[in-house]
């Protein structure tokens, strides 16, 4: 089947770190015997197990957990980027925990994109991205290549002229492409929520009566309104066009 779609030889082959021995060697062995020695494969790639709780995900512990189920607790860029936290050849220990603390990192780097996004859009600079790259090319070090990922979104915070700000703004949104990452609009992003858009609708509406609050000069009613959004998870940032909301929780 591999010849007859990539050739003799093929690029990558992947599978878990317990089909080393003997599954893969074997399969070496028929490989290249079959084809009077060429080489079959130029680079394996096995992945670490990921676990739950600490234990192996198996049917017999009934801890297997699909993307299709959570996609309804978390958006699917939160479960990759989740999933990216530890190198492909390590374990990975999947927790609840761990996915909000994803989703709270996206925040973050969505954050900056929502307050940059008047900048204009302009080229990535050459060269910003050499550590992010010199991290996927290490054996793809994908939490290297994310810890860059957010020295970028500092030095954008950090920049004092709007023309760095937009030049950083480039490199993060280019830099998650190559991840499948900060793919959405950042107003879109925030506004993800695992329950109905009724709920969404209901935030907005407890933000928009804070902000008419503060318009009348009513602190009271801000302060108390301000009080019932973060008891729902909700962080409110005032800006000088509005305000902003985003999940904590």
């Not at 050849?89 to 307050?115: I, K």
Request: glycine share 10%.
């Amino acid at each position: 089947m591999i010849e007859q779609h990539l050739g003799a030889s093929i690029d990558i082959h992947g599978g878990g770190q317990d089909l080393i021995l003997p599954h893969h060697e074997n399969e070496i062995a028929q490989g290249t015997c079959a084809h009077d020695g060429e080489l079959y494969c130029r680079y394996w790639v096995h992945n670490g197990f990921v676990t739950v709780g600490g234990r192996k995900m198996s049917k017999s512990l009934g801890n297997v957990l699909l993307v299709r189920d959570l996609l309804d607790e978390a958006p699917g860029e939160a479960i990759r980027f989740a999933l990216l936290g530890a190198h492909y050849r390590q374990p990975l220990d999947w927790s609840v925990d761990g996915l909000a603390q994803a989703r709270r990192g996206l925040d973050r780097l969505y954050g900056v994109l929502r307050d940059f996004g008047d900048l204009p859009d302009v080229p990535c600079v050459p060269g910003l991205l050499d550590t992010f790259e010199a991290a996927l090319e290490d054996d793809l070090n994908f939490p290297e290549a994310i810890a860059e990922l957010f020295r970028v979104a500092k030095a954008a915070r950090q920049a004092t002229t709007a023309a760095d700000r937009a030049t950083y703004k480039a490199a993060l949104r280019n830099a998650g492409g190559l991840l499948g990452l900060l793919q959405e609009e950042p107003a879109a992003w925030f506004e993800h929520a695992p329950g109905e858009v009724g709920e969404i609708a209901g935030i907005q509406r407890l933000v928009e009566a804070r902000q008419a609050a503060r318009s009348a000069r009513d602190y009271a009613t801000a302060d108390r309104i301000r009080a019932e959004l973060a008891s729902l998870g909700i962080t409110v940032e005032d800006r000088a066009d509005g305000s902003a909301w985003r999940r904590t929780g």
